[in-house]
């Protein structure tokens, strides 16, 4: 008799360890590679757009079976550059965009995005929702993120106001005129896993 309940409770425990395997999943976090990621952004006035880049200071993905399903990602907002103007022209510019006119560097010196909801729409795109923090203000934002291989790539159109970053901006001040600079700039973002 004990031999019979010993190859049952035996084949017992290698059901449960078949139905562990069959029904387990894989989770890791994918770091993103800063060196080989890129960011770059772009500004428009009424007069024309300016354009940069922003390194991303770290990140990472959150994959379960190959897929994303979430991630967190930090820009070091120091790093800000211009990248259509050269000399003095340059030096105001980035100086301009790291002062409380627009990013406040010195007190915020990250951004950060956090997805909340990660959704495969097709194969290798995402339908992603999460939350944006850029100069202390934190905002929700959805967008489409495409996955090919080891990259991730998705445009982002950011309204700075939402930032409270508003110089210059015609939702809050009358009469700007040809100084006026739109409230929507646009990250283009790749991402290297």
Do not use: C, Q
Request: charged letters at 25%; aromatic letters at 10%; glycine letters at 10%.
């Amino acid at each position: 008799m004990k031999t019979r309940t010993n190859i049952t409770k035996r084949i017992f425990a290698g059901f449960i360890a078949l139905a562990l395997v069959a029904f387990s999943t894989t989770f890791e976090k994918k770091k993103v590679n800063v060196n080989e990621s890129k960011i770059t952004w772009t500004g428009e006035k009424l007069t024309g757009s300016h354009e940069g880049t922003i390194s991303l200071k770290d990140g990472y993905f959150e994959m379960e079976n190959g897929k994303i399903i979430g991630g967190e990602f930090t820009a070091d907002m120091s790093t800000i550059t211009v990248t259509d103007l050269s000399g003095d022209s340059k030096k105001k510019l980035e100086g301009h965009l790291n002062s409380d006119d627009f990013f406040g560097v010195s007190n915020y010196p990250t951004a950060t995005f956090k997805m909340n909801t990660v959704v495969e729409k097709s194969n290798g795109v995402y339908g992603v929702a999460g939350d944006m923090t850029i100069k202390g203000k934190t905002n929700p934002i959805a967008f489409d993120l495409k996955v090919d291989g080891n990259t991730a790539m998705t445009t982002l159109v950011i309204d700075r106001s939402k930032y409270d970053i508003r110089y210059g901006s015609g939702s809050f001040f009358d009469d700007l005129g040809d100084k006026t600079i739109y409230d929507e700039f646009t990250l283009d973002i790749m991402l290297k896993m």
